[in-house]
């Protein structure tokens, strides 16, 4: 199954950008042997439209372009479900065992994921209750990744 990451804004170059880079060319290295492949990630800007519910409109417009050839959705969200390590590596191989070829993982702009999203949705995803700078998103989500693939795959990276 390829995993592509959405993310509305960019990633500024700093030390920030380089430990998600180094998780993230791990998960492409690990994920291969056990059927998940790293297909990139996509930057999108935000909106500058003047109201919140238009600019979550736009940047989801953006988003469902990717979304046409039968990609799997998954939401960051904060009102998604708070699942452990395990958990969430266990819903990608669910996905990849079900036979889903392809698999977006979704950050919202500031605004957050219109709600026509949210429906259509695989699943969403909370990284807990607290509000993350999207920088942080993205290295927990490269980590998380990364830890998938060696649950999955029986490596002692991840200990429970």
């Not at 439209?49 to 799997?72: D, F, N, S």
């Not at 819903?91 to 698999?103: E, F, T, W």
Request: no cysteine.
């Amino acid at each position: 199954m390829k995993i592509a990451i959405h993310a509305v804004g960019r990633m500024k170059a700093g030390p920030d950008k380089e430990l998600v880079e180094r998780y993230l060319d791990r998960f492409a290295k690990s994920g291969p042997a056990i059927g998940l492949e790293f297909s990139g990630v996509l930057e999108t800007p935000e909106s500058r439209a003047q109201a919140a519910p238009e600019r979550k409109r736009e940047e989801a417009e953006r988003l469902r372009t990717l979304l046409a050839g039968g990609a799997a959705l998954v939401l960051l969200d904060e009102r998604g479900k708070n699942l452990s390590s395990q958990d969430f590596a266990a819903r990608l191989g669910a996905l990849r065992d079900g036979g889903q070829r392809q698999l977006v993982i979704a950050i919202g702009g500031a605004d957050g994921h219109d709600a026509s999203l949210h429906e259509n949705a695989a699943l969403m995803l909370s990284f807990g209750a607290l509000t993350w700078p999207h920088q942080l998103v993205r290295i927990m989500l490269a980590e998380q990744l990364y830890r998938a693939t060696t649950i999955l795959s029986g490596h002692p990276y991840h200990r429970a």
